[in-house]
């Protein structure tokens, strides 16, 4: 089997990490992948959302799978071209892809399903938004874009002063560009976040183990949103009754309501909760494997990978019989560029990457990196995903921190505390 990843970021880099330790896996490229995917893959210089060339490329170099990493190119409708021409693809159609891509939409499939969420509403006009906010009590609220914005287009907001000059950024100053051209103003909800991941075939719904994310770029979830400064696997607060009342009343309600509606999900359903006193509730819908997820996640994954996309892609998802898992847990650290998630220089030298591989049960995953001859510099905002499993979490956490003590760059820096929460 030739499997041909797209996307060029620390969860492709696992994807192709993983994918080519399957049996019968002969080849996996990556499109257009960095400096790590070159070394556990082949990479192919073909963008991400060039549609037209990995198809292309595809066809010509006989792929039986093509794995789709990003969101970009699944809004864009690359399912439906791959399978128009018969290609084997794991990923949603563009129609089914909404869910991450507008947030509206995404809200209206959860009120049809009757799934808990935010209480919210949209808006396209400043001066409504603004009135929306003024007849609130002066309570936290979140302002979300309702577009992609690679991560970045959700603003949590202490008062409704904040929530406004939010939704004047993204409405009025055009922070998102058209991504923000309408707004999802929502309430704020208290408690703690897990990321439920769940392979999906538009019938039958694999949940993977438990994950969460962390958010905020520093310490004790201060400062800015980012796209994750590093996960562990799995979340012991999801527990087995937790699990259930999340597939009861989450996962199976969208998948269903998805299908009534005429957008058959099948790909990856990552939901993003918030565990309340009330119960879990949906923060967001994403359509792909989370990142960093992903690396925690797919690190203790023990079945074939490429046999869960491929009967997946064919609608032969209840064949599979289970899932298997490390039972270690996993720790990924993300070390970030100087600046992000702001401004950020690219070229760094990186320098203890191989130090770090070599260290036991630990494998560094490149997000933002690319090479030059014998280096390898940085070329993004998040930059590595360092990941390390242990006998328990804590033991996770010191072997992924002692493989991050490693690494070096002009202007390295990461959080301290991953996986504390647990």
Known sequence: ??????????????????????????????????????????????????????????????IDLTVVGPEVPLVAGIVDEFETHGLKIFGPTKAAARLEGSKAFSKEIMKKAGVPTAASKSFTRLEEAHAYLDALEDVPVVVKADGLAAGKGVHVCKNCTEGKSAATQMLQDDLFGTAGQRIVIEEFLEGHEASILAIVDGDTIIPLETSQDHKRAHDSDLGPNTGGMGAYSPAPLVTDGIMDDIIRRILVPTIHTMRVEGHPFSGVLYAGLMLTQQGPKVIEYNVRFGDPEAQ????????DLAQILSLAASGRLAELEGLEWEERPAVCVVMASDGYPGSYSKGQVISGIAEADRQTDTKVF??????????????????????????????????????????TWDGAWNRSDISDKA
């Open 366 to 407: 490149h997000a933002g990196t690319t090479d030059k001859g014998l280096r390898v510099l940085t070329d993004g905002g998040r930059v590595l995903g360092v990941t390390a499993m242990g006998d328990s979490i804590a033991a996770a956490k010191q072997a992924a921190y002692q493989a991050v003590a490693k690494i």
């Open 1 to 62: 089997m030739n499997i041909l990843v797209v996307g060029q970021g620390g969860r492709e880099h696992t994807l192709v990490w993983k994918l080519a330790q399957c049996g019968g896996v002969e080849k996996v490229y990556c499109a257009p992948g960095n400096a790590g995917t070159a070394v556990d893959g082949e990479n192919v210089n073909i963008a991400a959302d060039d549609l037209g060339r990995l198809m292309s490329f595809a066809k010509h170099n006989d």
């Open 296 to 303: 925690a996640v797919l690190m203790r994954l023990k079945t």
